[in-house]
């Protein structure tokens, strides 16, 4: 049972616009959001996080926005950098401390 | 800080023979750290939580005697891969959280390619 999704597999973004990565989750008992960033052949780097009662977490260029009536999230990364194509982790925390990951989308940002 | 270092990040062994991976928190004490593996593509599944000073958690579908867990001090905890076969072959990756730190990230290695022959 996948409970964090990422249903793009990847996505493609001009060098200097605004990268939109969603994730949708099941499970109402997730106490933290968390994004994590991974290379290939490299363990995941972690982003930015948000707090399941709050709505939006800010820094730097990223924005995570959080939707608990939808039960969806989303990250935003303003403007896009060429260092930013990666594969992007949306991640959930359970109350046992467990973080729990989606399949994950690559960014690719295009010159 | 909150550096986690992971070792060896790249092996290749026999089939039937065991593998120990380490992970170790540079900066840090972690009463708890994460087994986590990755296939090709796919998410990176949860195997198992290392408690340091008692026995491991283990997931649901994860064989606890095939993958055995010891985390015996507060920086260090192993993961062996015993009678290792083609199959278990993937990215094995860990984390730990840092519990002075106010936030709920973990931090992860740099993972473990493990293949075998």
């Known amino acids: 049972d996948q409970q964090v999704k990422q249903n793009s597999p990847s996505l493609s973004v001009q060098e200097g616009r605004i990268s939109i990565l969603n994730c949708d989750y099941t499970?109402?008992?997730?106490?933290?959001f968390l994004w994590y960033k991974k290379y290939p052949a490299e363990g995941p780097t972690f982003l930015i996080s948000?707090?399941?009662?709050?709505d939006k977490n800010e820094d730097g260029r990223f924005t995570v926005f959080l939707n608990k009536s939808a039960k969806h999230l989303s990250l935003h990364i303003v403007p896009s950098q060429p260092g930013d194509s990666a594969v992007y982790f949306c991640a959930a925390r359970r109350s046992d401390d467990k973080i729990i990951f989606g399949k994950g989308t690559r960014l690719h940002i295009l010159p | 800080g909150a550096v986690v270092s992971q070792h060896p990040s790249r092996v290749i062994c026999k089939s039937g023979t065991s593998v120990k991976i380490e992970c170790r928190s540079l900066?840090?004490?972690?009463?708890?750290m994460f087994w986590y593996r990755q296939f090709p593509k796919q998410s990176l599944m949860l195997m198992a939580t290392?408690?340091?000073?008692?026995?491991?958690?283990?997931e649901q579908g994860v064989e606890k005697d095939k993958f055995l867990i010891n985390h015996a001090s507060l920086t260090l905890s192993t993961l062996t891969v015993t009678s290792a076969h083609p199959e278990d072959s993937s990215f094995y990756i860990c984390?730990?959280?840092?519990?002075?730190?106010?936030?709920?990230?973990?931090?992860f290695g740099q993972g473990t390619r493990l293949t075998v022959v």
């Open positions: 499970n109402s008992m997730f106490d933290y």
């Open positions: 948000i707090s399941s009662i709050k």
């Open positions: 900066d840090f004490q972690a009463t708890t």
């Open positions: 290392s408690n340091e000073g008692s026995k491991a958690t283990y």
């Open positions: 984390s730990a959280r840092d519990l002075n730190r106010k936030g709920p990230e973990a931090f």
